[in-house]
């Protein structure tokens, strides 16, 4: 589900116009953090890195 959320991420960026900057990336990236911590897979979060392309 977190790599699902990754690329919708990627696909909505880039249909925006690659919109996604610093402040928003780093926004983003905790909350997917907080998410793979959650969800008890905290190894997910080095993947999320090789997931996005924002």
């Known amino acids: ?5 990754v690329q919708w991420f990627n696909t909505a960026d880039q249909a ?4 996604i900057e610093t402040e928003e990336r ?3 990236s905790l909350v997917l953090e907080e998410l793979a911590q959650v969800a008890g897979h905290p190894s ?10 924002w």
Request: proline letters at 0%.
């Open 1 to 5: 589900m977190l790599k699902s959320l």
């Open 26 to 28: 780093e926004d983003i």
């Open 16 to 19: 925006a116009g690659w919109v």
């Open 44 to 53: 997910l979060v080095m993947e999320v890195d090789a997931w996005r392309e």
